[in-house]
């Protein structure tokens, strides 16, 4: 399987959305905490889940600049013209009455909803301008080509009353309720931790489908509990909190048991690795161990966050915790992320410690077996390690933004 996952990793247009989804985090983040100080006073945590929901809009702004700007890099294209025209067809492409309302109310009537639409717009109107870029060996006269064609499309979709928003809108309600069941979820899942496995990141290359979707189950049921409702979603962004201890795999407990390992060099990688996994960044561990290509892990890191994403889901529809509603960022350690994104629900620190348990009971016979296999076979050890780092610095080389954007 390797060989086709690594041509689909490396599809040009799925590196683009997988960096401007990263770059548009940072511009929901930023924006998030400048709407919470320019809203009117009032209870912190309305202010917040008022904040984010304005934040999610914004991310969608964000993203319709920077998906161009990827393509661009990408395609050798124009990269301000492509950003131009990118924001361009992405405001003509939502509903009409949103541009006519103040910032704040357009960002959060827009909200999660607009990342489908930045995405598609985006896309769009990046292969515009990069097949213009081709077939126009003139720089000015292929800008003005895909200018022309892109706000063509869109212009004329507007000038007809077909509305990409409002199509979007009604798509996006069904998908988000698709999501929230639990097949669904055991299929992101699956897929997140299988890709890994073969060192492609996961969640990034999922989330052109997954980000969408689950960030708007939880901007819903954030926007419930700011109306005093009970929240709708089971499966939002952050039950992935519950389901991802230590990150992807639900890698915490492997951490600590590399302190106490038998071999010196899995001693060593638990230095480096320990305060990451807290901070469920696990990459070190990953293709450290590595789990990268080797089959005795491999099953433990697809198997046991499946097995932890039944026991969340049903524990929450049964509502014996309360549905994620709070956004945080991934690097917030998983026991204060799950009580704080219950919005203080204490028996979520009872559910991530069952998690916690259950992944080290199962993560224990592989992690021996995997001693014991290294001890008797030291060469095969190092071979694998090294196979490990090869596709590491490939992902590296290959999925590393172009340009000076931050990376996380």
């Known amino acids: 399987m390797l060989p086709v996952l690594r041509r689909w990793a490396d599809e ?20 998030t905490v400048i709407a919470f100080f320019l809203l009117p006073p009032g209870p912190l945590l309305d202010r917040f889940f008022q904040a984010y929901h304005i934040g999610f809009g914004f991310m969608g702004l964000a993203l319709a600049a920077v998906l161009p700007d990827r393509l661009a890099v990408r395609f050798g294209s124009n990269r301000v013209a492509g950003i131009a025209v990118g924001l361009a067809a992405f405001l003509l492409s939502l509903p009409q009455n949103a541009l006519h309302l103040h910032f704040e109310d357009f960002l959060g009537q827009i909200s999660a909803t607009s990342l489908f639409l930045a995405l598609i717009v985006g896309l769009v109107s990046g292969e515009i301008m990069a097949i213009a870029a081709r077939r126009v060996h003139n720089e000015a006269g292929a800008i003005a080509v895909g200018a022309i064609a892109t706000l063509a499309v869109f212009g004329g979709l507007a000038l007809a009353h077909v509305n990409f928003a409002d199509w979007l809108i009604r798509i996006v309600g069904p998908l988000v309720s698709v999501g929230d069941t639990l097949p669904a979820l055991l299929v992101v ?13 996961g969640p990034a290359f999922l989330a052109a489908v997954t980000t969408p979707v689950y960030l708007r189950a939880l901007d819903v049921n954030a926007q419930a509990l700011l109306h005093h409702e009970h929240p709708p979603y089971v499966v939002t962004m952050m039950i992935f909190t519950f389901i991802y201890p230590g990150g992807s795999g639900a890698t915490l407990p492997l951490a600590f048991m590399l302190v106490r390992s038998r071999v010196q060099r899995l001693r060593n990688l638990a230095i480096a690795s320990l305060l990451p996994s807290i901070c469920n960044i696990n990459e070190p561990l990953i293709f450290g161990i590595p789990i990268v290509m080797n089959p005795g892990l491999a099953i433990p890191f697809i198997l046991i966050p499946m097995i932890l994403a039944a026991i969340t889901y049903l524990v929450q529809s049964y509502g014996l915790v309360e549905p994620t509603s709070v956004w945080l960022p991934g690097a917030f350690p998983s026991v204060i992320a799950a009580w704080i994104t219950t919005k203080g629900d204490w028996r979520s620190l009872v559910l991530i410690g069952l998690n916690i348990a259950v992944a080290c009971v199962l993560w224990i016979p592989f992690f021996a077996a995997f001693e014991r296999a290294i001890q008797s076979r030291p060469m095969e050890d190092q071979e694998l390690v090294k196979a490990a780092e090869l596709i590491r610095e490939h992902e590296r080389a290959e999925h590393a933004p172009v340009g000076n954007w931050p990376t996380p």
């Open 189 to 201: 899942v699956f897929l997140q931790t299988l890709l890994w496995t073969s060192g492609i990141h």
């Open 12 to 31: 040009p247009h799925l590196i683009a959305i997988r960096d401007a989804v990263q770059i548009a985090f940072y511009a929901f983040g930023a924006w």
